[in-house]
């Protein structure tokens, strides 16, 4: 609940306004799941709310840990739904990759999580709580949230089909009173829901965002992404520059382009995504470029190294920032396009 609610539904309980912040606080800067366990309320009171309210609606099913340290957590929703969310840890900025849908409606073609469908979108409450379990497995419960923490908003779903319940999970997020992870911290990932990307762009506390690209031409792109075709690439490049126009003094914006071994990945490739930007005259861009993850039954390979680094540096001779992006949790089903809900680990 946002504060606000929370104020009015401890008000409707007959208590005083303060009551919402010692809720609040327990909740998201203590990270406590029992009412039982938030002992500066009294016990009347901590009764009352359990028999009213939840904290918790996720359970962790399996946790699964790589190689790497990366960790997949799948979780079910009270009602038995999926929800997959990943910790990538790193010296000093700890990443965690939340999911914004169970399933997916979206059809990439050379993602898992599309073969599992839409099963419902998530509530703010279970966006969040994905995050409070992970810290709590991760630091312990009541232990201060890193202040490197970074979140990504690039598990299972597209952010943007669940809009509303989204900004309002981001909201509770960076709330001081609470977990404090603020939206320079985070980083939204769209497959190019435009209409959003224009309202995304007007939030004075928007968060990064990153635009999954992938091809450069409408008639691959339909193929990979055919999402595609509800808001071809013009329509998509048009709005990503107008988000141009809402950058911070040093912002900049991320394209991700999923490397697919001989589909899109040859330098004639990279110059006509090169091409495709310097039409938009976006300047104040990165790419991303994230090697495919294919697992069965995806009929992708993974592109060569050498295929990748060409890309990269023909993009480069065209004056393009681009990153390569090391994949991890391969062995877990973690990586970008693997979270299908597996239960199994490689
Ligand atoms: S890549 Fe993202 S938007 Fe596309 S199907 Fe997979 S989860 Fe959905």
């Given at each position: 609940m946002p504060r606000a609610e929370l104020r009015e539904f401890v008000e409707s309980l007959g208590e005083p306004p303060y009551r919402a912040t010692q809720i609040f606080k327990a909740v998201h800067q203590r990270r406590l799941r029992l009412f039982d366990d938030i002992t500066d309320l009294p016990k009347k009171f901590r009764e009352k709310l359990a028999e009213r309210a939840d904290i918790s609606r996720l359970t962790v099913e399996q946790k699964y840990v790589s190689t790497d340290g990366t960790r997949r957590y799948l979780m079910k929703t009270a009602d038995g739904r999926p929800v997959e969310t990943v910790f990538i840890p790193a010296e000093g900025r700890d990443t965690i990759c939340f999911s914004s849908q169970s399933g997916c409606p979206l059809k990439c073609d050379f993602c898992l999580t599309a073969k599992l469908g839409l099963l419902r979108n998530l509530?703010?409450?279970?966006?969040?709580?994905?995050?409070?379990?992970?810290?709590?497995?991760?630091?312990?419960?009541?232990?201060?949230?890193?202040?490197?923490?970074?979140?990504?908003?690039?598990?299972?779903?597209?952010?943007?089909?669940?809009?509303?319940?989204?900004?309002?999970?981001?909201?509770?997020?960076?709330?001081?009173?609470?977990?404090?992870?603020?939206?320079?911290?985070?980083?939204?990932?769209?497959?190019?829901?435009?209409?959003?990307?224009?309202?995304?762009?007007?939030?004075?506390?928007?968060?990064?965002?990153?635009?999954?690209?992938?091809?450069?031409?409408?008639?691959?792109?339909?193929?990979?992404?055919?999402?595609?075709?509800?808001?071809?690439?013009?329509?998509?490049?048009?709005?990503?520059?107008?988000?141009?126009?809402?950058?911070?003094?040093?912002?900049?914006?991320?394209?991700?382009?999923?490397?697919?071994?001989?589909?899109?990945?040859?330098?004639?490739?990279?110059?006509?995504?090169?091409?495709?930007?310097?039409?938009?005259?976006?300047?104040?861009?990165?790419?991303?470029?994230?090697?495919?993850?294919?697992?069965?039954p995806l009929n992708y390979n993974a592109s060569s190294p050498d295929a990748v680094a060409r890309f990269k540096s023909t993009l480069e001779s065209m004056g393009i920032d681009a990153y390569v992006r090391t994949p991890r949790g391969r062995d877990i089903y973690a990586a970008c396009g693997q979270l299908a809900a597996m239960e199994k680990a490689a």
């Open positions: 509530t703010a409450g279970e966006i969040v709580e994905q995050i409070i379990i992970v810290l709590n497995d991760v630091y312990g419960e009541a232990a201060e949230t890193p202040h490197g923490t970074n979140l990504v908003g690039m598990g299972a779903g597209e952010p943007f089909l669940n809009f509303e319940n989204l900004i309002t999970a981001l909201r509770i997020m960076a709330d001081e009173d609470g977990l404090f992870i603020v939206p320079n911290r985070v980083t939204i990932s769209t497959a190019g829901i435009v209409p959003k990307i224009y309202e995304f762009a007007k939030l004075p506390d928007r968060p990064h965002l990153a635009i999954s690209l992938t091809a450069a031409t409408d008639e691959l792109r339909d193929r990979l992404m055919p999402i595609n075709k509800r808001w071809n690439l013009d329509e998509l490049m048009a709005a990503a520059k107008e988000f141009e126009g809402s950058l911070r003094r040093g912002e900049r914006f991320t394209f991700e382009y999923v490397m697919l071994g001989g589909v899109n990945d040859s330098p004639e490739d990279a110059r006509k995504l090169a091409r495709l930007l310097d039409k938009f005259q976006l300047s104040r861009v990165k790419i991303n470029l994230i090697p495919h993850n294919g697992a069965e």
